[in-house]
């Protein structure tokens, strides 16, 4: 139950990677690859993309998402570079994998990038207080793989990448908004543990990442608009003004793209209602105008995105979510992508050796929903039947997390594990027996 996108989003395939006005034969897919350096490297950018698109004209080998193997026979390759990643065309969130490209249907666009290892450098109030923002250069340690671990069925990820790169294209070109109107600010709304906070982080991680070319520096600044509101309000004018001044400051810089997250934006609707009915002082009016007039005039930058979070999602008809161009509802997962979800669980516990791995079958890895209930449909019997079995129980597991959020199911693994007799040495089906009870404990504890 996905509410539509207030704006239709552009159709290309090519998404974010139509920063680079490549001629593209009609007929080929570009497909994003992405090359993290070591942190060691000092490689210019420019010559590790030669070397691996030059790499990647040898291989002639088909592509299908996930990582490449570094080539060892090269040796400057081999020193610089960590990790060689196609990202498909992203399509429907990883959950399509089966999908292969044959090297001639392709034009790679290489993007290459260093994380940043800083961590969140927080703004510590005068008075010593806790912060109200936090800001990271991206792309971030801390965010690598949250993009790809964010398990959505219905191509929101896709449709919020290719949003965002219109967006940035339109801007880089100089269309006149008077002619055509476009803003750069985006809400995500829907129940509380559905992936939305993390979301924009990723989507920010992603396009530091894909527009590294024409932004060669990024930042994400991180408001929580609630902590905004639970101090003294007085105070809370100065820290808006204080922040977007360093906002402002960021921007200004032309090289720079800047993400602002400004998380549970309800609150701003709570205490503006809370103003207009007495109960708290009109100060938090001047607050919330404050805020948005900031936001008013963040908007004519062309180097910002503006992403906000609510979990409420009829309490936000407030004059801040007119300013949203587009609006998307992030629901609690579906049956596919609790699957998925799960599936990158129990396989994440065989890596690591906390459940025995299926070296004795021939399938090393659990198959993609898809695939799991064509196999399972057609019971073919030179599957293995252990194999075969845990699929089957993996599925019922899926089925039985219905409402559960995203949060939850990411923690179900865990509790499971903990609520096992014996923790070690655990098979996957013993194993997602005890899941199964135990998703039935929490979900008979979930408030209505
Ligand atoms: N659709 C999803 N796919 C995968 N993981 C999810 C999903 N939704 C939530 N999660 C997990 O829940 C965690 C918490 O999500 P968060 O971004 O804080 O949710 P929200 O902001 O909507 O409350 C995420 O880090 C992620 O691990
Ligand atoms: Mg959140």
């Not at 109200?132 to 964010?150: T, V, Y």
């Not at 579906?334 to 004795?360: F, H, V």
Request: proline residues 5%; hydrophobic residues 40%; aromatic residues 6%.
């Amino acid at each position: 139950m996905s509410v539509p996108m207030e704006t239709e989003l552009s159709t290309d395939q090519n998404g974010a990677s139509s920063q680079h006005s490549l001629s593209v034969p009609e007929d080929k897919v570009l497909v994003p690859v992405e090359v993290t350096l070591k942190l060691s490297s000092t490689a210019k950018i420019d010559d590790v993309r030669s070397a691996v698109e030059g790499m990647l004209e040898k291989r002639s080998l088909s592509y299908n998402d996930g990582p490449i193997p570094v080539p060892l026979d090269d040796a400057f390759l081999a020193d610089n570079v960590q990790r060689i990643c196609v990202c498909g065309c992203d399509t429907d969130e990883g959950m399509h994998n089966d999908n292969v490209l044959l090297f001639w249907q392709v034009k790679p666009v290489v993007h290459v990038f260093q994380l940043s290892e800083e961590g969140p450098c927080e703004d510590i109030s005068s008075d010593g207080q806790s912060s109200s923002f936090n800001e990271w250069i991206l792309p971030a340690k801390e965010f690598d793989g949250m993009w790809e671990s964010l398990i959505y069925e219905s191509g929101l990820k896709q449709r919020l990448l290719r949003y965002a790169a219109s967006a940035l294209l339109f801007t880089e070109k100089g269309v006149d908004p008077f002619l055509v109107s476009w803003n750069r600010i985006i809400l995500l709304h829907g129940p509380p543990g559905t992936g939305k906070t993390s979301l924009c982080k990723a989507l920010a991680q992603k396009l530091s990442i894909r527009f590294n070319s024409r932004y060669p520096q990024a930042q994400l600044v991180e408001v929580n608009a609630h902590s905004l509101f639970s101090k003294w309000f007085s105070e809370s004018g100065k820290l808006v003004a204080k922040l977007f001044q360093k906002i402002q400051e960021m921007v200004e810089e032309e090289s720079n793209l800047v993400f602002v997250l400004i998380d549970e934006v309800e609150s701003l609707a709570a205490a503006r209602k809370a103003a207009l009915s007495g109960s708290e002082p009109s100060d938090s009016i001047r607050v919330v105008n404050a805020l948005l007039t900031q936001m008013d005039k963040l908007k004519s930058s062309p180097n910002v995105i503006i992403l906000t979070t609510s979990n409420i999602t009829a309490a936000i008809d407030i004059a801040f979510v007119d300013r949203a161009d587009i609006k998307a509802y992030v629901g609690p997962p579906t049956l596919q992508a609790r699957y998925e979800i799960l599936r990158s669980c129990l396989q994440e516990m065989m890596r690591t050796g906390i459940l025995t791995s299926l070296q004795d079958c021939k399938n090393a890895m659990l198959p993609h929903y898809a695939s799991a209930k064509d196999r399972l449909n057609t019971l073919d019997f030179h599957e293995d039947a252990t194999f075969m079995q845990l699929c089957k129980q993996l599925l019922e597991t899926a089925e039985a997390c219905e409402g559960m959020s995203g949060r939850s199911l990411r923690k179900l693994p865990f509790l499971a594990h903990a609520a096992l007799a014996n923790p070690f040495e655990c098979n996957p089906i013993k194993f997602l027996c005890t899941m199964v009870e135990t998703a039935k404990r929490e979900r008979s504890e979930l408030p209505d």
